[in-house]
């Protein structure tokens, strides 16, 4: 292990799974920031139409091809043998994107067999993640079995949020047994801290969104209230999770529709948001043209969304006290004009003028490499 981290100036694999897809990046320390050498993607996983696509250090690309893959681990071996291909040396050193770790591990950290036991007792706190991130660790030992792992977790931005956001109103006992409002999306806000340095204002609201979508209210760069609370289910209606609900519905269709467990969880996180309001549809592009079109519940879908994100705007604007910066990122942050349009109308009343708002790409992998390297580094001093 010394003698991996003692190579803390080497190349930095950093991994960012996702439901669909796996994103990576390959990072040298430069001057000022982690450099990319090559950055890429497996899309589509689980389905017939994946892709592989892979780019240079100036965004040039290296291999474009269709590709399917039938797991992440599936995608991560294709993209391994890709690496070896167009890079020199191997790992030093891999980062994880792990969505959360449970009550226990709340900071970014080297994995161990005490995280990966600790991870597997966290499993019932995001089933449909942990057990991801688990197997993509694996894999990424049988293929670079002398790199140092790193898990960067999620929610651990949001460990410095208050009791008074944490706490749901439930007795005390269930807040001890780690019921409680986590938040994520954490590595994405973290890299928009790192963007703005000591630019950033006082009092600031992330929006990141995408398929997943969360805001966050920031004071002094910390976090202090987020949408998303004990699982990414939670916040405002997604792409196909539901978002926050009265409780009396999960309540109806436990008794009345008679769901188990397993049928619920589907229904809320694959089945809700827009793509249940639209009747079948979660891509914003495929929903914006059928706007256009005059589709009225493609409309009903984005107006719900939009809506949703522009209230939370203006309760954290609330929270705050104001805001002097709207930080809009994500796929549909950065690339949707009219969501982003739709979700500021009308709140220059309470002082969100245009000269707030930016638009900025976030930049999870690039992140997810500057924390291993400070990682090493402070272990090796």
Known sequence: MANELARKDGPILAINSGSSSVKFGIYLPGATDEEPLLTGSADGIGRDNGSLRIRSSDGKPLLERDCIHESQSDALNTLATAIREHTESAPVAIGHRVVRGGPNLSRHQIITPQVLDQLRLATHFAPLHIPQALSLIATAESIFPSAVQFACFDDAFHRTIPEIASHFPLPHRYFDEGIRRYGFHGISYESLVHHFGAKLPKRAIFAHLGNGSSLCALRNGMSIDTTMGLTPTG?????????????????????????????????????????????GESDLKTLEERVRSGDPKARLALDVFAVSVRKTIGAYMALLGGADLLVFTGGIGEHSSSIRAAATDGLEFIGLTVDKIQIVPTQEEQQIARRCREIMIKMMN
Request: aromatic share 4%.
């Open 235 to 279: 916040g405002i209606p997604m792409g196909t999770r539901s978002g926050d609900l009265d409780p009396g519905v999960i309540l109806f269709l436990l008794r009345n529709e008679k769901l188990s467990a397993d049928s619920l969880e589907e229904l809320l996180n694959h089945q809700s948001g827009l793509f249940a309001l639209s009747s």
